[in-house]
């Protein structure tokens, strides 16, 4: 069974702060991605890696930096966090590329910039 | 660029019943696989079951699903609902690789007794 940590599990932050969310898998997997998730809008993809020290944007980037130091780690950074994004943020892998892929989630970090 | 579109935000019926979540798409891709991941209270999304393949059921835990090409849909039913199936849907597409799941808004299923 795939392993995918996520830590911290909720978090607090001052508007203008920087956060950031950190995901750690143990599934030997190349592909790393984060989500958000918000009422109303589902599940939207931020940032994506496929292989270390690299990494890509998603649908929805803006407000946002990514990480990924090593296969294992992929961080999430929000370098001024604003009021909009207090949201659910989902960390996921997969195995491999393609459109067969398949992808396990971590828990959930529960954002809130008041 | 890829979309999904599932109809319902919630839905609520009784123990017992039938149930129907609705999933349409829109891709350029010929090949892109259809997803269907479900979230449970304080879990992580988890899959459901998947398919590629025109006119083919695709079968897990009680839930059952048939990729249509022609009309762009991909809907899952289940015949009978338990209690515990209440949690949130996720139907997703993925068409191009190595960019993620495209999902859909997500529909909430509460089953009552």
């Known amino acids: 069974e795939a392993a995918v940590t996520q830590s911290p599990r909720s978090k607090v932050a001052v508007t203008g702060g920087k956060v950031t969310l950190s995901c750690h898998q143990t599934?030997?997997?190349?592909?790393m991605y984060w989500y958000r998730q918000d009422t109303g809008h589902g599940l939207r993809l931020i940032h994506y890696s496929y292989v270390a020290d690299s990494t890509e944007k998603g649908d929805i980037p803006d407000g946002y930096k990514a990480s990924r130091p090593s296969q294992e780690n992929f961080s999430l950074i929000l370098e001024l966090a604003s009021l909009s994004q207090t949201a659910v943020y989902f960390c996921?892998?997969?195995?491999?590329?393609?459109?067969?892929?398949?992808?396990?989630f971590g828990a959930g970090t529960r954002l809130s910039v008041l | 660029g890829d979309s999904v579109t599932q109809k319902e935000g919630l839905v609520t019926l009784t123990e017992g019943l039938p149930v129907m979540l609705n999933c349409t798409y829109q891709?350029?891709?010929?090949?892109?696989?259809l997803f269907w991941y479900v979230h449970y209270l304080n879990e992580s999304p988890r899959l459901l079951l998947k398919?590629?393949?025109?006119?083919k059921r695709t079968e897990h835990q009680g839930f059952h699903a048939t990729l249509h090409k022609s009309s762009s849909s991909f809907h899952l039913q289940k015949s009978s609902a338990q209690l515990s199936d209440s949690a949130l849907y996720y139907c997703a597409l993925s068409g191009g690789y190595a960019q993620g799941l495209t999902f859909g808004l997500g529909t909430r299923v509460s089953v009552f007794p």
């Open positions: 996921a892998s997969s195995p491999a590329g393609g459109s067969q892929n398949t992808l396990y």
């Open positions: 891709t350029i891709y010929s090949n892109a696989f």
């Open positions: 599934n030997n997997h190349d592909y």
């Open positions: 398919s590629s393949t025109d006119n």
